[in-house]
Protein backbone atom coordinates (compact mmCIF):
# COMPACT_ATOMS: atom_id res chain seq x y z
CA UNK A 1 0.00 0.00 0.00
CA UNK A 2 0.51 3.30 -0.09
CA UNK A 3 3.01 5.04 2.46
CA UNK A 4 2.73 7.86 4.84
CA UNK A 5 5.15 9.05 6.82
CA UNK A 6 5.51 11.43 10.12
CA UNK A 7 8.32 12.99 11.69
CA UNK A 8 9.41 13.53 13.97
CA UNK A 9 7.59 10.12 15.51
CA UNK A 10 8.00 11.33 19.44
CA UNK A 11 9.14 14.73 20.91
CA UNK A 12 9.48 16.60 24.43
CA UNK A 13 9.34 20.05 24.61
CA UNK A 14 8.55 22.77 27.26
CA UNK A 15 6.03 24.27 27.77
CA UNK A 16 4.95 27.52 26.07
CA UNK A 17 7.11 26.45 23.09
CA UNK A 18 5.92 25.34 19.32
CA UNK A 19 6.03 21.90 17.89
CA UNK A 20 5.48 20.94 14.34
CA UNK A 21 4.93 17.64 12.86
CA UNK A 22 4.95 16.38 9.43
CA UNK A 23 3.01 14.33 7.43
CA UNK A 24 4.33 13.22 3.98
CA UNK A 25 3.01 11.01 1.61
CA UNK A 26 5.72 9.24 0.11
CA UNK A 27 4.33 7.80 -3.21
CA UNK A 28 1.23 9.13 -4.20
CA UNK A 29 -0.65 12.63 -4.11
CA UNK A 30 -2.78 13.32 -1.44
CA UNK A 31 -5.80 15.49 -2.02
CA UNK A 32 -6.73 15.59 1.54
CA UNK A 33 -4.88 15.36 4.60
CA UNK A 34 -6.65 14.17 8.06
CA UNK A 35 -4.81 14.98 11.41
CA UNK A 36 -6.43 13.26 14.72
CA UNK A 37 -4.88 12.78 18.33
CA UNK A 38 -5.19 9.83 20.17
CA UNK A 39 -5.88 10.03 24.31
CA UNK A 40 -4.21 6.54 25.84
CA UNK A 41 -6.72 3.81 25.62
CA UNK A 42 -9.37 6.48 23.74
CA UNK A 43 -10.18 6.41 19.84
CA UNK A 44 -8.90 8.84 17.55
CA UNK A 45 -10.40 12.25 17.54
CA UNK A 46 -10.57 13.99 14.08
CA UNK A 47 -8.92 17.43 14.64
CA UNK A 48 -8.88 18.74 11.25
CA UNK A 49 -9.29 18.41 7.74
CA UNK A 50 -6.61 20.02 4.92
CA UNK A 51 -7.07 20.28 1.01
CA UNK A 52 -4.04 21.28 -0.43
CA UNK A 53 -4.31 24.99 -1.33
CA UNK A 54 -6.71 25.56 1.29
CA UNK A 55 -7.42 26.74 4.71
CA UNK A 56 -7.59 23.10 7.20
CA UNK A 57 -11.57 22.97 8.59
CA UNK A 58 -10.92 22.02 12.01
CA UNK A 59 -13.64 20.02 14.54
CA UNK A 60 -16.04 21.86 16.80
CA UNK A 61 -13.44 22.36 20.06
CA UNK A 62 -9.89 22.17 18.18
CA UNK A 63 -8.82 25.62 18.65
CA UNK A 64 -6.80 26.71 15.17
CA UNK A 65 -4.99 28.98 16.62
CA UNK A 66 -3.49 26.44 18.56
CA UNK A 67 -3.34 23.70 15.96
CA UNK A 68 -1.62 25.25 12.89
CA UNK A 69 -1.99 23.10 9.66
CA UNK A 70 -0.62 24.22 7.08
CA UNK A 71 -0.77 21.59 3.69
CA UNK A 72 1.40 23.48 0.78
CA UNK A 73 1.68 20.84 -1.31
CA UNK A 74 0.08 17.54 -2.43
CA UNK A 75 2.30 15.75 -0.55
CA UNK A 76 3.21 17.48 2.53
CA UNK A 77 1.16 18.56 5.60
CA UNK A 78 2.37 19.96 8.99
CA UNK A 79 0.50 20.17 12.36
CA UNK A 80 1.89 22.82 14.57
CA UNK A 81 1.21 22.89 17.86
CA UNK A 82 1.84 26.38 18.92
CA UNK A 83 2.76 27.51 22.74
CA UNK A 84 2.20 24.04 23.78
CA UNK A 85 1.29 23.03 27.56
CA UNK A 86 1.13 19.51 29.36
CA UNK A 87 -2.68 19.00 28.63
CA UNK A 88 -1.27 19.02 24.72
CA UNK A 89 0.71 15.76 25.41
CA UNK A 90 -1.10 13.28 23.46
CA UNK A 91 -0.68 10.75 20.50
CA UNK A 92 -0.70 12.70 16.88
CA UNK A 93 -1.60 10.82 13.59
CA UNK A 94 -2.07 12.15 10.20
CA UNK A 95 -3.65 10.41 7.01
CA UNK A 96 -3.71 11.41 3.73
CA UNK A 97 -5.95 9.49 1.07
CA UNK A 98 -6.57 10.47 -2.76
CA UNK A 99 -10.46 11.47 -3.15
CA UNK A 100 -12.58 9.40 -1.32
CA UNK A 101 -10.09 6.31 -1.65
CA UNK A 102 -8.56 4.33 0.94
CA UNK A 103 -7.07 6.21 3.88
CA UNK A 104 -3.38 5.83 4.50
CA UNK A 105 -2.03 6.53 7.81
CA UNK A 106 1.65 7.60 9.27
CA UNK A 107 3.03 5.75 12.42
CA UNK A 108 1.94 8.56 14.53
CA UNK A 109 3.95 11.54 16.86
CA UNK A 110 4.02 11.07 20.57
CA UNK A 111 4.37 14.63 22.11
CA UNK A 112 5.07 15.11 25.65
CA UNK A 113 5.14 18.88 26.88
CA UNK A 114 6.65 19.01 30.43
CA UNK B 1 -24.04 12.93 12.90
CA UNK B 2 -22.51 10.05 11.78
CA UNK B 3 -22.35 7.25 14.91
CA UNK B 4 -20.36 4.42 14.70
CA UNK B 5 -20.01 2.01 17.73
CA UNK B 6 -17.85 -1.52 17.92
CA UNK B 7 -18.92 -4.40 20.23
CA UNK B 8 -17.26 -5.61 21.73
CA UNK B 9 -14.66 -3.51 23.71
CA UNK B 10 -12.51 -5.87 24.12
CA UNK B 11 -11.82 -10.04 23.35
CA UNK B 12 -9.97 -12.46 24.72
CA UNK B 13 -9.75 -15.90 22.58
CA UNK B 14 -7.42 -18.77 22.65
CA UNK B 15 -5.07 -19.32 19.87
CA UNK B 16 -6.63 -21.09 17.21
CA UNK B 17 -10.09 -19.77 17.38
CA UNK B 18 -12.08 -18.09 15.04
CA UNK B 19 -13.84 -14.81 15.81
CA UNK B 20 -15.79 -11.92 14.83
CA UNK B 21 -16.05 -8.12 15.47
CA UNK B 22 -18.99 -5.94 14.88
CA UNK B 23 -19.16 -2.25 13.64
CA UNK B 24 -22.54 -0.16 13.52
CA UNK B 25 -22.78 3.19 11.93
CA UNK B 26 -26.13 5.04 12.32
CA UNK B 27 -26.21 6.84 8.70
CA UNK B 28 -25.77 4.46 5.59
CA UNK B 29 -24.49 7.22 3.29
CA UNK B 30 -20.97 6.28 3.30
CA UNK B 31 -18.74 5.70 0.44
CA UNK B 32 -16.53 3.07 2.28
CA UNK B 33 -15.44 1.57 5.30
CA UNK B 34 -12.31 0.88 6.11
CA UNK B 35 -10.81 -1.84 8.75
CA UNK B 36 -7.58 -0.99 10.79
CA UNK B 37 -5.85 -2.49 13.16
CA UNK B 38 -3.52 -0.50 15.54
CA UNK B 39 -0.67 -1.72 17.43
CA UNK B 40 0.29 -0.02 21.21
CA UNK B 41 2.05 3.25 20.42
CA UNK B 42 1.65 2.67 16.64
CA UNK B 43 -0.37 4.45 13.73
CA UNK B 44 -2.98 2.17 12.29
CA UNK B 45 -2.54 -0.18 9.56
CA UNK B 46 -4.94 -0.67 7.28
CA UNK B 47 -6.59 -4.29 6.81
CA UNK B 48 -9.15 -4.00 4.17
CA UNK B 49 -11.25 -1.33 2.55
CA UNK B 50 -15.12 -2.00 1.74
CA UNK B 51 -16.30 0.38 -1.11
CA UNK B 52 -20.46 1.10 -1.02
CA UNK B 53 -21.13 -1.15 -3.68
CA UNK B 54 -19.49 -3.85 -2.25
CA UNK B 55 -20.78 -6.72 0.37
CA UNK B 56 -17.45 -8.28 1.52
CA UNK B 57 -13.24 -8.06 1.23
CA UNK B 58 -10.98 -10.73 2.05
CA UNK B 59 -7.60 -10.35 2.57
CA UNK B 60 -5.52 -14.07 3.83
CA UNK B 61 -7.52 -14.66 7.34
CA UNK B 62 -9.81 -11.53 7.36
CA UNK B 63 -13.01 -11.24 5.85
CA UNK B 64 -14.75 -8.01 6.09
CA UNK B 65 -18.67 -7.66 5.30
CA UNK B 66 -20.19 -4.86 4.88
CA UNK B 67 -24.06 -4.25 4.82
CA UNK B 68 -25.20 -0.72 4.44
CA UNK B 69 -29.00 -0.94 4.61
CA UNK B 70 -28.65 -2.35 8.12
CA UNK B 71 -25.76 -0.42 8.90
CA UNK B 72 -23.32 -2.99 9.73
CA UNK B 73 -19.98 -4.39 9.45
CA UNK B 74 -18.21 -7.36 10.85
CA UNK B 75 -14.47 -8.53 10.95
CA UNK B 76 -13.81 -12.10 10.81
CA UNK B 77 -10.75 -13.24 11.49
CA UNK B 78 -9.87 -16.98 10.81
CA UNK B 79 -7.37 -19.13 12.65
CA UNK B 80 -6.45 -16.50 15.02
CA UNK B 81 -3.03 -15.92 16.06
CA UNK B 82 -0.67 -14.03 19.47
CA UNK B 83 0.20 -12.10 16.28
CA UNK B 84 -3.51 -10.53 16.13
CA UNK B 85 -3.33 -9.18 19.57
CA UNK B 86 -4.32 -5.73 18.90
CA UNK B 87 -6.78 -3.05 18.66
CA UNK B 88 -8.92 -3.46 15.72
CA UNK B 89 -10.75 -0.10 14.76
CA UNK B 90 -13.58 0.67 11.82
CA UNK B 91 -14.17 4.01 10.07
CA UNK B 92 -16.74 4.94 8.21
CA UNK B 93 -16.00 7.25 5.15
CA UNK B 94 -18.80 10.05 3.83
CA UNK B 95 -19.93 13.32 3.46
CA UNK B 96 -19.11 14.04 6.99
CA UNK B 97 -16.23 13.91 8.56
CA UNK B 98 -14.10 10.57 9.58
CA UNK B 99 -15.85 8.53 11.92
CA UNK B 100 -14.25 5.72 13.63
CA UNK B 101 -15.52 3.80 15.88
CA UNK B 102 -13.48 3.18 19.95
CA UNK B 103 -12.07 0.19 19.05
CA UNK B 104 -12.05 -3.62 20.21
CA UNK B 105 -9.32 -4.60 21.66
CA UNK B 106 -8.31 -8.27 20.58
CA UNK B 107 -5.97 -10.50 22.71
CA UNK B 108 -5.12 -14.01 21.71
CA UNK B 109 -3.27 -16.50 23.78
CA UNK B 110 -0.94 -18.83 23.29
Known amino acids: GAVVSQHPSWVICKSGTSVKIECRSL??????MFWYRQFPKQSLMLMAT?????????EQGVEKDKFLINHASLTLSTLTVTSAHPEDSSFYIC??????????FGEGSRLTVL | KQEVTQIPAALSVPEGENLVLNCSFT??????LQWFRQDPGKGLTSLLL?????REQTSGRLNASLDKSSGRSTLYIAASQPGDSATYLC?????????FGKGTRLSVIA
Open chain 1, 95 to 104: SARVSVGELF
Open chain 1, 27 to 32: DFQATT
Open chain 1, 50 to 58: SNEGSKATY
Open chain 2, 27 to 32: DSAIYN
Open chain 2, 50 to 54: IQSSQ
Open chain 2, 91 to 99: AVIGNTPLV
